[in-house]
């Protein structure tokens, strides 16, 4: 069974066996089995509550999954969490910026950590800053930009490494729809140039952006497929109408 | 290790960046060391001395000038009627009464004896204890005053007499100030290396920037040594910034062994940094953790010796004090200070806090989870 995840590693970013995980006898996440391919935009889909987040945290090796494994970037989140650091970006829900740094403070630091030489840190960040329009903000601090700068920032930063994943955790909530149309154009580059991309949402419109999306509810995947499949299948006109008619089973209370 | 630099980097610009930590860091030791010996003073001064003299003779007035022109005691009240110096104490006018009965005179001069009656307020305990004790002495003084005025010279002694002369070692005027000064120094090296380390980790956890670095390639002991050799050389710029103020302002010269000093006291940051990791671990938010390294501040102050000498706490005290941090960098700064100790001196306390920073360290990067 693990020689065979190895051997579909090769063609997915991520395969997931049964991930579970358990808080005492509460169970968020419900042994999901799922795969991705290298270079998709794979949504995750739930209400508050629902186990994404939780789900997203043990691909990233932040949590330990109680019970199933999985692969990302070729790696056993169990056995080599360490390993998949270097090759998965991450930008979580919390603002996750250094605000009392400036804009080249937190590439610099970012880009350091991931160790990114001297010379390929300041030519990413002299793009990084021009793709970016935010050459003249290079030297303000973090904490003044307004919230739609930031969360850009945030994801450039989080692809400086040019990793292989990057894992977005609900990355435009409280933008602006012009901000969150400019960042899922951002989104779109960075999977043209290979990287895999699992984004959570719960904004139905950015569902449809998505080449294949999940639904969660309750912890369990009720549905996985295109969005486009989707709705054919639920005879629904959008992601909406099928999101709610998935999500209406969920017996946890959503915050 | 390339990546420790952009680590460092990052963290000393933080805290530069934070106008709170800047302050505390010159702020603290310098007010401290100005306002603390100067007023937490063992010393009791300014007893208030009520007298209820009954004999009004030329022998009562005369102690009752002596006690006046004592430094420690003013003579606020003065009656002849026992219960109205009750009721001096009850209104708090008077810390100690002396009564001097009828016939004080007569009976000293016919029969050589006569008694006192000391009544002390001990609400304020150590305030009436010494005051009781001065108010002895100085009654002890006045009897001899009187003998040596009976006795015709240069007859013999007729009492053979000791007499007690203390010299005080490493503090030869028995100043407070030289005493409290060095313990002061080392408090504040602890909340520099305790509470500020803690503060700093916790507020990556409830900014949520701890996550980022989670699912960064930085090590475990990448991110602590990050965060403790900023802190470390903190505790370095505190210690030397209150040297100097305990030298200009109290005229303390640190004796010649102030390399010894700064040895020790790497060694100590070094635990108590670990004693700050260790907070940080447990708890999430600055305000926990604030409330947590107070609780132990509060203890590791009190049973340090700062204040009272370890010897004279009961038994489990004294094994908590040896337990305590504090307590060996209290020692080991007045023995650097006052008595010029050198390295060989401390040889247990140096084994001693090693072993604590070792123990405390070791805790704290093995409950350090980078996952839950």
Known sequence: ????????????????ESLTKTFGSFTAVDSISFNVSAGEIFGFLGANGAGKTTAMRMLCGLSKPTSGSAVVAGFNIDKESESIKQRIGYMSQKFSLYQDLTVSENIEFYGGIYGLGKQKLA?????????????????????????????????????????????????????????????????????????????????????????????MVDG???????????????????????????????????? | ?????????????????????????????????????????????????????????????????????SSYFNLTE?????????????????????????NFEKNLVRESEATLFLAVNAVNGPKGNLGAAYASNIIRSYNQDIRSEWIQWPRMNPEPQIEVVASHWYNPTSNYQVFMVPGILAVLLTMVGGFLSALNIVREKEIGTIEQLNVSPIKKHQFILGKLIPFWLLGFVVLTIGLMISYVIH?????????????????????????????????????????????????????????????????????????????????????????????????????????????????AIWTYAKRT
């Open chain 2, 1 to 69: 290790m390339n990546k420790m630099k952009y680590i460092l980097r990052k963290e000393f610009k933080q805290i530069f960046r934070d106008p709170a930590i800047l302050r505390l860091i010159f702020l603290m030791p310098a007010i401290q060391l100005l306002i603390l010996p100067f007023a937490a003073d063992y010393e009791i001064k300014n007893i208030n001395v009520g007298i209820v003299d009954h004999d009004h003779s030329t022998y009562s007035r005369g102690l009752i000038q002596k006690i006046e022109f």
């Open chain 2, 78 to 102: 003065y009656s002849d009627s026992y219960q109205m110096g009750l009721q001096w104490i009850e209104s708090e006018t008077a810390d100690l009464i002396i009564e001097i009965p009828t």
């Open chain 2, 251 to 363: 005229g303390i010269i640190p004796g010649p062994n102030l390399g010894t000093l700064y040895l020790f006291s790497g060694i100590y940051l070094l635990a108590i940094l670990g004693f700050g990791l260790l907070v940080s671990n447990f708890t999430d938010t600055q305000q926990q953790a604030l409330m947590v390294a107070f609780f132990f501040m509060l203890i590791f102050i009190l049973l340090s010796g700062l204040y009272t000498p370890i010897e004279s706490m009961p038994k489990w005290a004294q094994i908590v004090a040896w337990i305590n941090p504090v307590t060996y960098l209290v020692d080991v700064c007045r023995m650097v200070m006052l008595k010029g100790s050198v390295l060989s001196d401390m040889t247990f306390h140096l084994v001693a806090i090693g072993f604590t920073g070792v123990l405390l360290n070791t805790l």
């Open chain 1, 1 to 16: 069974m693990k020689e065979n995840l190895y051997q579909m590693s090769k063609s997915y970013s991520i395969i997931a």
């Open chain 1, 123 to 215: 030519q990413s960040a002299k793009e990084l800053l021009h793709r970016l329009h935010l050459e003249k903000d290079a030297r303000t601090l973090v904490r003044a930009l307004p919230l739609g700068w930031k969360q850009k920032l945030s994801f450039s930063i989080a692809i400086m490494h040019q990793p292989s994943i990057v894992f977005l955790d609900e990355p435009t909530g409280g933008v602006d729809p012009v901000t969150r149309r400019q960042f899922w154009q951002m989104i779109y580059e960075a999977a043209d140039h290979g990287i895999t991309i699992f984004v959570t949402t719960h904004y139905m419109d950015e569902a449809e952006y998505c080449d294949r999306v999940a639904i």
């Open chain 1, 220 to 255: 369990k995947i009720e549905a996985l497929d295109s969005p486009q499949q989707m709705k054919e299948q639920m005879k629904a006109e959008d992601m909406n109408e099928v999101f709610y008619r998935l999500a209406r089973t969920a017996t946890r209370a959503s915050a």
